[in-house]
C-alpha cells in the first residue's frame, strides 16, 4: 500500500484533503472547524524544549489553541517562578489566541507515609495560586499507582480524601482539580470510581488519558459512563494508535464536551509539520 492510500484510509478524506493542500503548498484553515472539539498540545513530551514565546508561536501557526504546561518543561512555569514573571506569562497568553488550560503537576495522594501525602496536598495548593497568578484554567494532579501491604480500598480512600482538599482549596480561586487517569494499577476504571466517590465536589474533575485501560472492565462506553460528569480535560496519545477514536469524539460531543482534546506525543524534529497532521486527523476522526 503506498502512502496516500494509507493516509486516506486511516484518517479519512478530509485529512489527505488537507494533507494535499499542504503539499501543495496552499494555506490550511488554522481555526479548528466550527462545531468541533478544541484542540491544543501538553508540553509532555512535543514542547518540552520550547519556551513561552515558542509555544505560542507554533501553536498558532498549526491551529492549536490551547496548552498545557507540564512541569520540569523549558518553559519555566513552576511554583518558584516570582511574581513579576508570572505576571509576564499570563500577559504574554493574554495577547495571544492561545488559551493557558491549564498546569500538569505531578502531584499525587498514594503514598504509605502521610508526611510525603501531605507535602503533595500543599505543593498542590501552590500550584493552584500559580494557576491563579497565570491565568492557568485548571491544575492536574494524577494517583501513580498503589502501595504493596496497605489495602487497596484505604489507598482508593486516602487519595479520594486528598483530592477533595486540594479541590476545595481550588475552588476559592475557581480553578478546577482535574485528575488525570494515570497509574499502571490506579488507571482502571473500578479503582477510579472509588477514587471520585471519596472525592466528591463540585470542583473535582477528571482528564481522560486514553489509555488501553478505557477499553477494559467492560469497554469504552462502560468506563465513559463512570466519569462522563466530571470529564474536564482530554489527554490524546497519536491518532495512529490502535483506539476507537471515531467513537470517543462521538462520545465527547454527545455530552456536549465543552473542554479541551491536548495531544500528548513524542517530540519531532519538524514538530510545526508533524502538528499539521495531527490537527487534520484529528479533525477528520470527527467527520
Known amino acids: 500500500m503506498d502512502r496516500r492510500t494509507f493516509i486516506a484510509g486511516s484518517i479519512g ?3 489527505a484533503a488537507a494533507i494535499s493542500r499542504e503539499a ?3 494555506k490550511p484553515a488554522v481555526a479548528v472547524k466550527q462545531g ?3 484542540l491544543g498540545t501538553v508540553t509532555y513530551n512535543l514542547a518540552k524544549n520550547w519556551d513561552i514565546d515558542t509555544i505560542i508561536k507554533n501553536c498558532k501557526e498549526t491551529g492549536f489553541t490551547g496548552v498545557e504546561l507540564r512541569t520540569t518543561h523549558a518553559h519555566g512555569v513552576e511554583i518558584a517562578l516570582p511574581a513579576d ?3 509576564e506569562v499570563r500577559q ?3 495577547d495571544s489566541p492561545v488559551k493557558l488550560v491549564g498546569l500538569g503537576t505531578t502531584c499525587e495522594y498514594h503514598a504509605a507515609d502521610q508526611a510525603v501525602v501531605k507535602k503533595n496536598i500543599e505543593e498542590t495548593k501552590a500550584w493552584f495560586t500559580l494557576a491563579k497568578d497565570v ?3 485548571g491544575v492536574k494532579v ?3 499507582g498503589l502501595v504493596q501491604g496497605v489495602p487497596e480500598d484505604k489507598t482508593l480512600e486516602q487519595i479520594g480524601v486528598s483530592l477533595k482538599e486540594c479541590a476545595a482549596f481550588g475552588a476559592q480561586y475557581g480553578i478546577p482539580l482535574r485528575l488525570e487517569i494515570h497509574g499502571r494499577d490506579t488507571a482502571r476504571f473500578p479503582r477510579i470510581k472509588k477514587i471520585i466517590q471519596h472525592a466528591e465536589h463540585p470542583n473535582f474533575y477528571v482528564c ?5 485501560e478505557d477499553l477494559e472492565d467492560g469497554g469504552i462506553k462502560t468506563n465513559f459512563e463512570i466519569v462522563k460528569n466530571r470529564i474536564g480535560l482530554v489527554h490524546l496519545k497519536d491518532l495512529y494508535d490502535d483506539y476507537p477514536w471515531r467513537e470517543f469524539f462521538q462520545m465527547l460531543k454527545g455530552i456536549n464536551y465543552k473542554g479541551y482534546c491536548l495531544a500528548e506525543i513524542s517530540e519531532s524534529s519538524d514538530p510545526v509539520r508533524l502538528m499539521k497532521y495531527y490537527r487534520a486527523a484529528f479533525e477528520a476522526l470527527q467527520v
Open 24 to 26: 501543495a503548498g496552499q
Open 142 to 144: 494524577r494517583p501513580n
Open 13 to 15: 478524506v478530509g485529512a
Open 85 to 87: 514573571k508570572r505576571q
Open 208 to 212: 481522560w488519558n486514553c489509555n488501553g
Open 36 to 38: 468541533g472539539l478544541l
Open 135 to 137: 491565568g492557568a484554567g
Open 92 to 94: 504574554k497568553f493574554a
